[in-house]
């Protein structure tokens, strides 16, 4: 089984998507709306029209994994008015706030020490 981290990337599909998908479906969407390589082990989520599911494929060195939550009351908060763009990268507390029902509107990081890697 594997873990999320801060270590990983994560990225919200900002589009509709129907929840019948599975790992091809899922995998699809990442490649020809997302563009990128649903296999480099980045989290990809994924929200339905009424934003009571919500479903999250990964890359786990071997397979495909796919994470998932229904809510039985209330709704994830919308931020496809956020950016024109199919994708939307957030940070890892950032997806756990928005997860556990914790509005992101308005919120204001506090500045942090980042470790910068250099190539």
Known sequence: M???SSHQNYYIYTEI???????????GLVRNKLEADPTNGDVYVFFNR????????????????IYSKR?????????TGR????KYTIQYN???MLLSGISL???KQRPRYALVKTS
């Open 71 to 79: 809510l039985e009351k209330g709704t994830f908060e919308c931020i």
């Open 50 to 65: 009424n934003r009571q599911l919500m479903k999250m494929l990964v890359w786990d060195h071997d397979g495909f994994a």
């Open 94 to 96: 950032h997806l756990i």
């Open 83 to 86: 950016t024109s763009s199919p």
């Open 17 to 27: 998507t129907d929840m019948r998908k599975g790992y091809n479906g899922l995998s």
């Open 2 to 4: 594997i873990g999320f």
């Open 105 to 107: 509107l308005g919120m």
